[in-house]
């Protein structure tokens, strides 16, 4: 995937977030299951490991189980049952790598890519939470727009040691002065947050260049998500320690 592609389809995502959660909260709810299970269905792919639809619809379900059940949680802590729905999707990799006949020499890679795949699917749900904190949108435009900001930058060509620091600092800027325009008090958890997504996205990018293209959409996609989805469990651990 091209890199101004790869960037197309982030800002789609980030506009999908941004708008699910100025709607409300069935709207995130949808919108976290839809990443997360575009996420999981591609993440194999990416990867390009064996038993790839049943690994793809573990780390589907995962994530999908991680936004619902955010947004159905009673109390305070909204990402409660996350970390269980993670160990049984990990343990249900560990399964079919266990039952499965080939690619026996891959089988360590694969377990390990597909946990990876169903720790990250499960974050999904920390956009959920994020928006059940405050019941109202809070640092995700923020985050969206430092977010959109190093996508743009990473459609570059520059090297890594000229980018890399560039995205970290535009992205804490841009993220900063949206909070003066949007978010009222909330100056230094989006100046934390613009930190952590420029950096984020920066090391997204670069592993991305690393690794090569996927084999198919479906893995091009997932691995631009990837990032996006981890996003939103700091951006709601950063609310509750800064904003709550």
């Known amino acids: 995937m091209k890199s101004y592609i790869a960037g197309l ?8 977030l941004v708008a699910a959660a100025a709607l409300g909260l069935d709207w995130t709810v949808g919108a976290a299951i839809v990443l997360a299970v575009a996420f999981g269905l591609g993440w194999p ?23 619902l059940s955010a947004g159905l949680s009673g109390g305070t802590e909204h990402l409660a049952w996350t970390p269980i729905y993670i160990a049984v999707g990990f343990a249900a990799v560990m399964m079919i790598q266990v ?33 059940r904190l405050l019941e109202e949108p809070g640092l995700t435009l923020s985050v ?14 520059w090297p890594d040691r000229v980018l890399a620091p560039l995205t ?4 804490a800027l841009a993220s900063t002065l949206s909070a003066y325009l949007f978010l009222d008090g909330q100056v230094l958890p989006a100046f934390v947050m613009g ?36 996003l939103g469990s700091l951006v709601y651990f950063v609310e509750k320690l800064f904003v709550s």
């Open 9 to 16: 389809v982030g800002i789609l995502a980030l506009a999908l």
């Open 45 to 67: 792919h990416a990867l390009a490991i064996p038993a790839r639809k049943t690994l793809g619809a573990v780390i589907a379900l995962t994530g999908a189980a991680s936004a």
């Open 99 to 131: 039952i499965r006949g080939t690619g026996q020499l891959r089988r360590l890679e694969s377990t390990l890519g597909a946990g990876a795949g169903v720790a990250v699917a499960g974050f999904a749900g920390g956009w959920v939470a994020s928006w």
């Open 144 to 157: 969206a727009i430092a977010a959109v900001l190093a996508l743009l930058l990473g459609m570059l060509a």
């Open 168 to 171: 970290i600092a535009l992205a």
């Open 195 to 230: 930190l952590i997504a420029g950096a984020v996205m920066a090391a997204a990018r670069r592993l991305r260049v690393m690794a090569g293209a996927p084999a198919n959409v479906l893995g091009e996609v997932a691995v631009v998500l990837a990032p996006l989805l981890a």
